[in-house]
């Protein structure tokens, strides 16, 4: 596929996204996909409502927190949690400043959003299941479970006796 080609399904693919996702700005506070989240910091105005609906992913509707920063004119997003929230460290909202240090360039434009209703993401049985193993054996954690299982590996166990010539 040449980069003409490329570059107009992008576009088209943007314009479809555009249309999906519609962003309502009122003040600080910004609407989409049934959300609504507040804009708490807006560093060199990157807030585009435009840029939102093409890049938004109903994925973010579970942080508590969304980040985007601009890049080449490409917004991207990130999500975090509140602090109080059983996560790993870089996944909240106190771990901003390194994301921003780490992964943004440096004084490039970007803002955050604090969700005021996310929502739990929904789980199909297919995820679920997705990364257990068709051969899971339990996993025993007690030691009398273990030895319950060496005693009755112990009995089903077959003796065999060598015959010499």
Aim: no cysteine; glycine share 4%; net charge positive.
């Amino acid at each position: 596929m040449d980069h003409d080609t490329l570059k107009e399904r992008t576009l088209k693919q943007q314009e479809e996204r555009k249309g999906t996702y519609k962003v309502k700005k009122l003040g600080n506070e910004v609407e989409i996909d049934r959300l609504t989240l507040e804009i708490v910091e807006d560093f060199k105005d990157a807030f585009d409502e435009d840029k939102l609906a093409i890049r938004y992913t109903p994925l973010l509707a579970q942080y508590d927190y969304i980040v985007g920063d601009i890049s080449a004119e490409q917004l991207r997003l990130k999500g975090f949690y509140n602090n109080n929230k059983a996560v790993n460290n870089h996944d909240k909202i106190q771990s901003l400043q390194d994301y921003l240090y780490e992964y943004v360039n440096f004084g490039a434009p970007y803002f955050v959003l604090e969700n005021i209703n996310p929502r739990v993401p929904e789980v199909n049985e297919r995820s679920k299941n997705k990364n257990k193993s068709k051969h899971h054996r339990p996993v025993t954690h007690k030691k009398e479970s273990r030895a319950k299982v060496a005693a009755a590996k112990q009995k089903n166990k077959k003796s065999f006796v060598i015959k010499q010539k």
